[in-house]
């Protein structure tokens, strides 16, 4: 009925393609004696405003991203895996009859859906994975619904189709940080029991997922990221877009940029952490948390995860789902390196080929 394949199992291989509001991202895995390895990875920027929040508002500047990445990568795999950002699905935990077939399943959930999505039932693309038996220890199952707009799927599909792919998989951006961050955990600290605020900050999002032994129990979109440093050194420097995102990339600014420009956009970082906090710590049983992950392209600021840890009294470390894998002689490890914090998404995707 589908998201295309979003609980389905033994989808193998496909490529992570992750359609962030800045960039396109590429990433393909493979595997081998149970370790994973690198086989090609490219980023790409995307036009400004080609992406709005998450939403694809100019197909054309999209598509040629990613023809880009796919060039730049060298891959060979047409099979792709995508995502949709967390606000755009709602999912929701409903009882079902047990020991029916999924197709039966499916009858039944198109038949209710109405009932749980705020949607006319044509306008979204439905998946359902069952998760085991009800607590209420009938003869029922727990089934996990969830629903998109396909408005976000079809977008997704029609630029990847454009470009010479194969849309296997819509995933949900939450689902990927979760997959991603378990191979980030083995770096923590007693990280099996663990609460950890995972904070993803690209361009103009940022989204913080709460894992408690690994699974999302929290997540949050807020608009704020690495876009309000570019318009800052675009304001005080008098560059253009394109100007101040390559300096504040490769440097070469004046010598007041730190103290003036840096350094407080830091502080607002800390501050965006400490609210997400906050909220997470308003809406459930928690007030404190063990570890702090930063994800995305503004984690890799230098010393940001110091700060952090510094003022909220947690330890933060930076992500980076590469630390075990092995690289192909191809790939640019230090490109990746550097590039690490904000392919956590990619990741996900890409680790959807060994379901």
Known sequence: MGILSLFESKTKPVLGVDISSSSVKLLELSQHGGQFRV???????????????????????????????????????????????????????????????????????LDQADQYIPY??????????????????????????????????????????????????????????????????????????????????????????????????????????GNQLTEEIQRRYGLSVDEADVAKRQGGLPGDYKAEVLDPFKESVVQQVTRSLQFFFSSSEYSDIDHIVLAGGVASLTGLDELIEERLGTPASVANPFLNMSIATNVDAVALENDAPALMIATGLALRSFD
């Open 120 to 225: 006319p039932l044509d306008e979204v693309a439905l998946d359902f994975e069952v998760l085991g038996e009800a607590e209420t220890g009938t003869e029922q199952v727990e089934v996990l619904l969830a629903a998109c707009r396909r408005e976000n799927v079809d977008m997704r599909v029609e630029v990847l189709g454009e470009a010479g792919l194969i849309p296997k998989v819509v995933d949900i951006e939450a689902y990927c940080m979760e997959r991603a961050f378990n191979l980030v955990a083995d770096s923590l600290e007693d990280h099996g029991d663990q609460l950890v605020a995972v904070v993803d900050i690209g361009s103009s999002v940022t989204t913080m997922s709460v894992l408690l032994e690994g699974s999302t129990i929290y997540a949050r979109e807020q608009l704020f990221g």
């Open 39 to 109: 086989e090609s990875y490219a980023v790409q920027a995307l036009p400004p405003n080609a992406v709005v929040e998450k939403n694809i508002t100019e197909v054309d500047g999209v598509r040629e991203a990613v023809e880009s990445v796919v060039k730049r990568s060298k891959t060979k795999l047409k099979a792709v895996a995508v995502a949709v950002a967390g606000s755009a699905v709602i999912t929701k935990v409903i009882d079902m009859p047990g020991g029916q077939s999924d197709d039966v399943l499916e009858e039944q959930i």
